[in-house]
């Protein structure tokens, strides 16, 4: 079991509709720990350094007007297998598409307003953290949970 620590942005339009807390609220009742937490403005340069597999692809423009239309919270969490952990939580991109019981499936109808943001790969998850947090924006502390929400099995 590997501990890892993922990226993740709950973004504009749930900002905009009060999502923030619910999201939230998700990750934390999975037991992963939050490490790292911040509300902030994504610059296009922030968007484009994010998003560089993207941004030759027709939709980048429209991503990029997205993600940078209001504030988003950026979250680094940290659990067993975080990375795959959130993915499977978050649902397909396409909020029509996504599952009943993922995020995305829950509270979205959307491809490109979809919510959430989640690191795709460890590869993924250690280029983006410091994208959105200096070093000393993360915290490493113990939680008296851990022995209950990751024993291994
Ligand atoms: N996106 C979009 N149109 C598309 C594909 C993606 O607007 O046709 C947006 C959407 O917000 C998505 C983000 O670009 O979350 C990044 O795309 P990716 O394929 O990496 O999806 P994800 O990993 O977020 O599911």
């Known amino acids: 079991m590997a501990l890892e620590?993922?990226?993740?942005?709950?973004?504009?339009?749930?900002?905009?509709?009060?999502?923030?807390?619910?999201?939230?609220?998700?990750?934390?009742?999975?037991?992963?720990?939050?490490?790292?937490?911040?509300?902030?403005?994504?610059?296009?340069?922030?968007s484009a350094e994010h998003y560089a597999e993207h941004v030759e692809k027709p939709f980048y423009?429209?991503?990029?007007?997205?993600?940078?239309s209001g504030p988003v919270i950026a979250i680094a969490a940290e659990g067993p297998e975080a990375i795959s952990v959130v993915r499977s939580m978050m649902g397909s991109t396409n909020g029509r598409e996504s599952a009943p019981g993922t995020i995305r499936g829950?509270?979205?109808?959307?491809?490109q307003m979809n919510l959430v943001h989640g690191?795709?790969?460890?590869?993924?998850?250690?280029?983006?953290?410091?994208?959105?947090?200096?070093?000393?924006?993360?915290?490493?502390y113990e939680s008296s949970l851990s022995a209950w929400v990751c024993a291994d099995d």
């Open 5 to 46: 620590r993922t990226l993740i942005l709950i973004k504009p339009d749930a900002v905009q509709r009060r999502l923030a807390g619910t999201i939230l609220s998700r990750f934390e009742n999975k037991g992963l720990k939050i490490v790292g937490l911040k509300l902030m403005q994504v610059t296009k340069e922030l």
């Open 61 to 68: 423009p429209l991503l990029e007007e997205f993600i940078t």
């Open 106 to 111: 829950d509270f979205g109808v959307s491809r």
């Open 119 to 140: 690191s795709d790969g460890p590869e993924a998850a250690a280029r983006e953290i410091p994208i959105y947090f200096k070093p000393e924006e993360l915290v490493d």
